[in-house]
């Protein structure tokens, strides 16, 4: 009886330690999505910046077309695969993110039913040791209750007995 109210307060105390474990989870996750979303941003205006950049108005040397057209093709090149190695990196963060979030969700839920195997063990523990405890009180009081009268004892009881029925009338 004693050892499954303490294992109930053992699985209760290690549910507390999951539930603190999956909080501080979800904080260092929302931190990381809010790093994420500030690394997408910086991203966004690196390629607004690129794509909103004009090649500067030819006024040195207007015999060299290429000088004065701005960024190279390999320049062009480079930026790209900067954006797109950053994209990818951007894109594998975020489907990381993504099964973080189905994980934990599916530890909350799993947290969640132990939870309730403890609720339902701990009625059920209640309940058997209300039902103990009514049949020691029954055993206790049976053992109070004195044994039949002796049978010389009988007579005396019995006119005991109708004594008091006939005061009572």
Do not use: C
């Amino acid at each position: 009886m004693n050892t499954t109210h303490t294992s109930g307060t053992q699985e209760t105390a290690h549910l507390e330690k999951l539930r603190d474990q999956i909080s501080t989870d979800i904080e260092t996750m929302h931190q990381k999505e809010a790093s994420l979303r500030e690394y997408e941003q910086k991203l966004r205006n690196l390629v607004d910046q690129v794509q909103n950049t004009r090649p500067p108005q030819a006024t040195v040397a207007p015999h060299h077309p290429q000088a004065s057209a701005g960024p190279t093709q390999n320049d062009v090149d480079s930026a790209w695969e900067k954006y797109n190695r950053a994209h990818a990196l951007l894109e594998a963060a975020r489907r990381g993110l993504s099964d973080d979030r189905l994980a934990l969700k599916d530890r909350e839920e799993q947290v969640m039913i132990r939870e309730q195997e403890v609720a339902r063990r701990e009625a059920w523990v209640k309940v058997r040791e209300a039902e103990v405890a009514a049949k020691t009180k029954a055993l206790e009081e049976a053992a109070a209750k004195p044994a039949k009268p002796s049978f010389t004892m009988a007579p005396f009881q019995a006119a005991k007995n109708l004594l008091h029925i006939g005061k009572a009338t």
